[in-house]
Antibody, heavy 128, light 108 residues
Framework: QVTLKESGPVLVKPTETLTLTCTVSGFSLSNARMGVSWIRQPPGKALEWLAHIFSNDEKSYSTSLKSRLTISKDTSKSQVVLTMTNMDPVDTATYYC????????????????????WGKGTTVTVSS | SSELTQDPAVSVALGQTVRITCQGDSLRSYYASWYQQKPGQAPVLVIYGKNNRPSGIPDRFSGSSSGNTASLTITGAQAEDEADYYCNSRDSSGNLGVFGTGTKVTVL
């Protein structure tokens, strides 16, 4: 059974750095065409993709947040870590991690991706 | 602002059919995946690829695409389908990871 679990602080102060950990089980972070995404959702608002990392260590970041984000993985610990610097109250949100799978559609020869399993999320409040 | 646009809200009578759309230039080249989110819960994948349902997702959920628009159709909507629905695909540069603006589905 594939599971992902987010962990990190509940409360951070403005200007501090947030560190979140996603611990996965039921699959390996070294599996081909697999990865982990981080997504957040401010209260009452839409989902926002933040970053992802694949088994080959390929990384990608949201254009608007790229300067503040770092994603990394520790395959031996089955963990993916996201850091976000210079936190602000607008960063108050529920933060989710999700497994990304890549799959070929050989009819049209496209490699497509989707997030098949999500963690329950962790709520982070930014306040002094 | 999101590069994938969805109608903010739609309603459907119990047992009827509703189609939720997602528009964006990247959808001309890439598939969308669809996620259902109920209040206080994490999103759940309902459709991926051309029109694939994960195990456990009822067959009343289906996906399609035409031009710059991807669609999620619920045929015979049930009360438990009341939720927010989000599409996800690539941005206009082909990078992974953009969500649609979300559609709230109300079952009357």
């Amino acid at each position: 059974q594939v599971t992902l679990k987010e962990s990190g602080p509940v409360l951070v102060k403005p200007t501090e750095t947030l560190t979140l950990t996603c611990t996965v089980s039921g699959f390996s972070l070294s599996n081909a065409r697999m990865g982990v995404s981080w997504i957040r959702q401010p209260p009452g608002k839409a989902l926002e993709w933040l970053a992802h990392i694949f088994s080959n260590d390929e990384k990608s970041y949201s254009t608007s947040l790229k300067s503040r984000l770092t994603i990394s993985k520790d395959t031996s610990k089955s963990q993916v870590v996201l850091t976000m610097t210079n936190m602000d109250p607008v960063d108050t949100a529920t933060y989710y991690c999700a497994r990304i799978l890549g799959q070929w559609d050989y009819e049209v020869y496209i490699l497509y991706y989707y997030m098949d399993v999500w963690g329950k999320g962790t709520t982070v409040t930014v306040s002094s | 602002s999101s590069e994938l646009t969805q109608d903010p809200a739609v309603s459907v009578a119990l047992g009827q059919t509703v189609r939720i759309t997602c528009q964006g230039d990247s959808l001309r080249s890439y598939y969308a995946s669809w996620y259902q989110q109920k209040p206080g819960q994490a999103p759940v994948l309902v459709i991926y690829g051309k029109n694939n349902r994960p195990s456990g997702i009822p067959d009343r959920f289906s996906g399609s695409s035409s031009g710059n628009t991807a669609s999620l159709t619920i045929t015979g909507a049930q009360a438990e389908d009341e939720a927010d629905y989000y599409c996800n695909s690539r941005d206009s540069s082909g990078n992974l990871g953009v969500f649609g603006t979300g559609t709230k589905v109300t079952v009357l």
